[in-house]
């Protein structure tokens, strides 16, 4: 059908708006027309290095200037970007280069070392823009259900999967959130999320869709931030609640100017404290649910409900829909809670390479997201558990299950459990509960080290909590919500 | 594909922002909830009288509450409407009905004549809305690629063919000019053109899915329009030329208030003195280029290009492509007249029943429009021809071949030529040159008398040129654009 096919998004953007700046980076400034002819060069010297149409290719790679060029090389190309979480450690990123069968990986020097352990080519970031130019092949229309990017998520299983996200999906997204949100020629969007997240690179797209500035932020800096959204004119900003926490601290008895109508917040609701601290600093904040798999936010709560809607992530995006289910499989009355499941054009088709997974989670064009969640009588979603136990840290996710299965790969460890706690700078941080075997001696220390092979440090659990048993039901399912009760309890002790 | 499927637009909206104006009309408000109890209640009246889904239900009504009211009705129960231009003749009108195999119309009592020319039953008004309610089958979901509604053209042959229009075009449409001209939640669309036409139906379908409050007015009045812009904080209002020409005179010393944003212009492109008071005056003129199977406009040029461009429509919108191809199907080099084809998500699918001629006017995607024009160096959109010497007067289309056919058939014309002269108030105006048969005496009152039978009031032609011959080509094909020269040249005179 005609509805799928378009121009290519950053080439068509460069023909409209060629003069107006894409990118701020630190003292860095870039125009559509010099993005895109960047991108071009680049995709030039990707295709001298081997690289083709249609393959999958791994990126690790930071918050950069040369990262937005590369991402918009490989789209050029019709290339799918495989963009891994540079805060795993080797281990990990080992595992989703091998799971994703890419077929070489870009990288920044500090990641080179995973060279080693994999069995494709390793390009490194300054070998790229080394390398010879030749005349790339532009993909000059793209097709909305080809694949644009791959982006890792653990999920229920606790290994990861690989969300597939098309070209369509991004679009769908960005149209969704501007119609949402609005959109003008004075926006400009400070994107201080990691690239390699849904969150990020959800930015880049809009950049080129909407034709709107970014200012890129290699990390989050509370004083950086309010200090450009002031004097480059920042108009919305991606958060998280720890990183809106820090600004409004930052912002002691200042205000943000009147121009700034948007803090997207994503990561779980707000607390009422923030909320209110938000409001007297003229912060507005547009709470939102969303995952990888729906390709950023899917449901957000504009700001004028923000307090008589306590707690809610809000109402579906234009294009998006979302229904409760019971276990039964019937549709959820008015404040019944069931399972969230969601559709729309910006969810994804499925995973990479795991057909089986995506089958199952699909029913009839729905995804089911493990959620547990319920809408009020007038469709306001109300987010309960995120799905299986899921612990967000500072916008990070972190799948209990993952860390437990390392955990049990230890010696001196008969059985482990990993639940989040409350935590006041990170939202939640995961606690470990061990169960060590019989006559062995095992310590905190021992653990975290053993840890930090396998795993990013963020997932590293705070606390151990050594017991003799975890609570699990008949089937020996651990319930993990038991944990913490247990600790409230005074049962189980450090 | 999940690409395709989203919530039934009015449904929707309803839910998220329900208390939101939807329409002003006169003294008339109602919110987005209330346009949907309403519609949806016009439904279940449209049920009781036999209406069902998937039919094509002729529609022939003038702008007013009402018709958005039935607009509405006909998406919600997933009925195909084929909206008529309620200025044409009665012969004309009855032609339509016939050809577009309607199940049924609704009109205006003024329209009621025509329903006994017609085989299928005529539907009132108001026995509409006096009739038994019923409760509706609501489509909960539209299918981007179903026919949402259907607007009669006549382009290049004369007889006029129905232009299908998906809900994905109107969708597109929309979207595409949102991201153009940019959208926030304090933006009013003025419409005074009528809701028959796509500029108006377009502005109903932004209305739903942005959630954008529209002004509704029953025909222009350039005090009216300036008296609404300033009471009701219009932003943006869609025009032709003749209607910018008025209100700026019509705005004497004044100027209008400056959150007003944006004139978007079809119907031919603005002469230079025209957009130089619209410059003095503040009014932002958006010069376009469309036509009914783009579902509106698919090239705009920002006011910022209105004089160094001049004469432009400007760029494609970012879903959209042009092209200009020359005589012997290669592409052609900018500056290089060609006919424009015209591809993306808006363009439509093809005409009504007319198979041949929907496959003939399509390649690989591309939508052949019949009109000549080049495009510069930068990509700007020049139109020199509108197709088939396309007559544009006061916004409305007027076909050459359409009148001829009706001259020729009077018992005393052995040939006819019609082509537009320029005019002050409308643009242009049709002129017709008549070769009357041999011995035979014709009069301009008669022949005026004659076309009223058969045609709408604007398509009469304003003069006539009474001749022995008319210039034709060696395959005796009529030169149009040779008749005003041998006018000029004093060739043919009155």
Redesign the interface.
């Known amino acids: ?7 290519n998004f950053l080439k ?2 460069a ?2 708006t060629p003069e107006r700046t894409a990118v701020y980076f630190n003292d860095q400034t870039i125009s559509f027309k010099e993005l895109y002819e960047k991108s071009y060069e680049t995709a030039g010297q990707l295709k001298s290095l081997g690289v083709k149409k249609d393959q999958y290719i791994g990126v690790i790679l930071k918050n950069h200037f040369d990262t937005v060029v590369i991402l918009f090389a490989l789209q050029l190309m019709g290339v799918k970007a495989v963009i891994l979480n540079n805060r795993l450690s080797k281990k990990e990123l080992v595992w989703q280069v091998n799971d994703s069968k890419a077929a070489a990986v870009i990288l920044e020097n500090e990641f080179y070392e995973i060279s080693q352990s994999v069995e494709v080519p390793v390009i490194k970031k300054e070998d790229l823009f080394a390398a010879t130019l030749e005349i790339p092949e532009i993909q000059e229309e793209i097709h ?2 080809d694949v644009c990017t791959v982006m890792y998520t653990s999920g229920t299983t606790g290994y990861p999967k690989g969300v597939l996200h098309t070209y ?1 999906n991004h679009w ?1 997204s960005a ?1 969704g959130s ?2 949402n949100l ?4 004075r926006d400009r969007w400070l994107c201080s999320v990691p690239l390699f997240h849904i969150s990020g690179y959800s930015i880049l797209m809009k950049s080129v ?3 709107m500035p970014i200012i890129l932020h290699e990390s989050f800096d509370a004083n950086k931030a309010i200090g450009d959204i002031k004097s480059k004119h920042v108009t919305i900003m991606s958060v998280v609640g720890t990183m809106l926490f820090r600004m409004v601290e930052a912002l002691e008895g200042s205000q943000l100017p009147n121009y700034f109508r948007c803090a997207l917040l994503g990561g779980g609701p707000a607390p009422l404290p923030l909320l209110e601290v938000c409001k007297a600093k003229a912060v507005p904040v547009f709470q939102s649910y969303g995952m990888t798999e729906t390709a950023s936010q899917i449901v957000t709560l504009a700001p004028e409900y923000s307090i008589t809607k306590l707690g809610s992530a809000g ?1 579906p995006l ?2 998006s ?1 979302i229904e409760i289910i019971l276990e039964n499989g019937g549709v959820a009355q008015a404040n019944q809670a069931g399972e969230i499941i969601v ?3 910006n ?1 994804t ?1 499925g995973y990479l390479n795991r057909p089986e997974v995506s089958k199952e989670k699909f029913n009839q ?1 729905w995804f089911h997201t493990g959620d547990i969640g319920y809408m009020d009588e007038e ?1 306001f979603l109300y987010v309960l558990d995120r799905r299986s136990d899921l612990i967000i840290s500072g916008g990070e996710n972190i799948y209990p299950a993952e860390i437990e299965s390392v955990l049990l790969a230890h010696p001196d460890v008969a059985d482990a459990g990993v639940t989040g706690f409350n935590d006041e700078t990170w939202g939640q941080v995961p606690v470990a509960f061990i169960v060590p075997k019989k006559n062995a001696k095992v310590t905190e220390e021992e653990l975290i080290q053993f840890c930090l092979v396998s795993l990013a440090k963020y997932k590293i659990p705070k606390s151990f909590y050594f017991t003799k048993e975890l609570p699990r039901n008949a089937s020996k399912k651990l319930l993990r919500r038991k944990l913490s009760e247990l600790v409230h309890e005074g049962r189980i002790q450090k």
Chains 1, 2 share one sequence.
């Open positions: 059908m005609q509805h799928e096919t378009m121009p068509k953007r023909f409209l909305l259900n369509g769908w149209v501007a119609l609005g959109y003008t020629d869709i909407y034709g109402k234009f294009p829909q559709k729309g054009p969810v088709m064009g469709g």
